[in-house]
C-alpha cells in the first residue's frame, strides 16, 4: 500500500511538472510575443510622428519665408523670422548662413556654426533630409532638418528645425518598462490559476 501511494504521488508530481512546463512555455511565448509586437508599435509611432511634424513645420514654415521674403538679404530674413516665428518648445530653431554660422535661434542668440551638419551640407545642396545625431554642444542625441533660404533665384542661408531625441527615447522608456511590469503580472497571474487548476486536475485523476 505504501510502496503504491508513493508511486502515485511520484506519478502526479510528474504531471503536474509536466503541465507547470507546458503552460509556462505557451504563456512566455504568447506574452513575450505581444511584449516585442506592441514595443516595435510605440517606438515606430512616436519616431513616426515626431518625424511628420518636423517635416511638416520645416516645409510649410520654409515655403512660408520662401515666398513672402523674395529679395531680403540672409539677416533681414533672419530678423523676421525671429520676430514672427510661432514659439514651440518642443522645436529649436536656426538661421544659418551660407558659412553654417548661427545668425539667430529661437532665443535670439548667435551661437555656433554647424557647418559640418549633414542635414545643413544636405540644405546649402538645396536637398532636404531628416537626420539623427549627436548635438556637439549639449552632447543630446538630435532629429534636425535644414530647408534652403533663397534671395530670388540664390541659396542664402538655411532655416533648420531641430527636436530632441532624448524626450522621445524618454517616452519610449517609461512605456516600455510599464509594458514589462504588466507583462510580468500577467506571467504571474497565469502560473497561479495554471496552478490551481493543475491542482484540480489532479485531485480528480486520483479519485479516479
Given amino acids: ?18 503541465l507547470y512546463r507546458q503552460n509556462g512555455i505557451i504563456v512566455l511565448s504568447i ?3 505581444f511584449e516585442v509586437i506592441f514595443l516595435w508599435v510605440v517606438r515606430t509611432y512616436y519616431f513616426e510622428s515626431a518625424t511628420k511634424q518636423l517635416v511638416n513645420r520645416a516645409n510649410l514654415l ?3 519665408y520662401n515666398k513672402y521674403l523674395i529679395n531680403e538679404t540672409i539677416y533681414e530674413k533672419a530678423k523676421y523670422i525671429l520676430e514672427n516665428e ?20 529661437s532665443y535670439g542668440l548667435m551661437i ?17 533630409k531628416v ?4 548635438d556637439q554642444a549639449y552632447g543630446e542625441q ?5 530647408i534652403p533660404l533663397y534671395r530670388l533665384d540664390h541659396i542664402v542661408g538655411v532655416l533648420r528645425y531641430v527636436i530632441s531625441v532624448e524626450d522621445i527615447r524618454a517616452m519610449v522608456s517609461f512605456i516600455s518598462n510599464l509594458a514589462l ?24 485523476l486520483s479519485r479516479n
Avoid: H, P
Fill in 1 to 18: 500500500m505504501g510502496a503504491w501511494l508513493y508511486m502515485e504521488l511520484g506519478r502526479m508530481r510528474g504531471i503536474k511538472y509536466r
Fill in 31 to 33: 506574452v513575450l510575443m
Fill in 62 to 64: 520654409g515655403e512660408t
Fill in 86 to 105: 510661432y514659439m514651440n518648445n518642443a522645436f529649436y530653431m536656426q538661421v544659418i548662413d551660407m558659412d553654417g554660422n548661427t545668425i539667430t535661434d
Fill in 112 to 128: 555656433g556654426n554647424v557647418a559640418y551638419a549633414e542635414d545643413v551640407e544636405e540644405a546649402l545642396l538645396d536637398r532636404n
Fill in 131 to 134: 537626420v539623427m545625431a549627436r
Fill in 142 to 146: 538630435i532629429m534636425a532638418i535644414s
Fill in 181 to 204: 511590469v504588466i507583462g510580468i503580472a500577467v506571467i504571474m497571474m497565469m502560473f497561479i490559476l495554471s496552478s490551481f487548476f493543475s491542482k484540480g486536475g489532479l485531485l480528480n
